[in-house]
């Protein structure tokens, strides 16, 4: 089984070694095991687990948490798969669900320099899982830096983004005059023309 996938020790290209695992998660009475999936085609080169909820299966069992890279479900290899394919994967079956993973293997001595790493390596992750608005542009970014996966503690990487909301909120802003000024230009196009106006259903 997974005969496509290497279980060797391998290193990530930070110089930092990664373990694979599997678990098998019994799933919910909703068919769920109760994770979040980042990452993922066609701009991060790899699916991470972004979020594992409490009171499910997967926190419950403890072995994956939150920063583990997901390299496969129920034997099958997801690499250069989208996140909602990975999801359909784990939705597809009944039961009980096969998730491969990688954690990171950390290194006592890198000490607190290591958890600064973590910390500001997963949070870019969930920064860019929350960037809808620019998704695919962050994931280039994120693909171009050479940014992977790692596990973090959530409970001491909180962190408010109140710029970045200031940030979008300006471009929907820019993007609503667009809209209107596009709007006003049809309307004149069609006075000329001498057509009726349509009114659009919103």
Same mark, same amino acid.
């Given at each position: 089984?997974?005969? &496509? #996938?290497?279980?060797? =020790? ?28 980042? !990452? ?17 299966? $997967?926190? *419950? &069992? ?13 034997? @099958? ?9 990975? $999801? @359909? #994967?784990?939705?597809?079956? /009944?039961?009980? $669900?096969?998730?491969?993973?990688? @954690?990171? /293997?950390?290194?006592?001595? /890198?000490?607190? %320099?290591?958890?600064? +790493?973590?910390?500001? +390596?997963?949070? =870019?992750?969930?920064?860019?899982? !929350? #960037? ?9 970014? *994120? ?9 973090? &503690? *959530? %409970? ?6 109140? %710029? ?17 000024? !596009? @709007? ?13 106006? *349509?009114?659009?259903?919103?």
């Amino acid at each position: 089984m997974f005969t &496509d #996938m290497d279980y060797e =020790l391998e290193e990530d290209k930070l110089g930092i070694p990664t373990v694979p695992g599997t678990v098998v998660l019994k799933k919910d009475p909703n068919n769920l095991i109760g994770i979040s999936i980042g !990452g993922g085609a066609q701009y991060c080169p790899c699916l991470y687990i972004v979020q594992v909820f409490d009171n499910t299966p $997967a926190a *419950l &069992d403890g072995t994956v948490a939150a920063g583990d890279e997901l390299t496969g479900v129920n034997g @099958k290899p997801v690499k250069g798969k989208t996140k909602v394919e990975v $999801a @359909k #994967m784990i939705q597809a079956v /009944q039961g009980e $669900a096969v998730i491969h993973y990688n @954690k990171l /293997q950390a290194d006592p001595k /890198q000490g607190k %320099s290591l958890d600064i +790493v973590q910390d500001i +390596v997963f949070q =870019l992750q969930r920064f860019v899982s !929350g #960037m809808s608005h620019y998704y695919d542009e962050c994931y280039a970014v *994120l693909k171009e830096a050479d940014v992977f996966p790692i596990e973090v &503690d *959530l %409970s001491r990487t909180t962190i408010n983004y109140g %710029s970045h909301s200031s940030y979008t909120g300006e471009y929907e802003e820019e993007e609503e005059e667009e809209e209107e000024e !596009g @709007k006003r230009e049809e309307e004149r196009r069609q006075a000329e023309n001498g057509a009726e106006k *349509l009114i659009d259903d919103e």
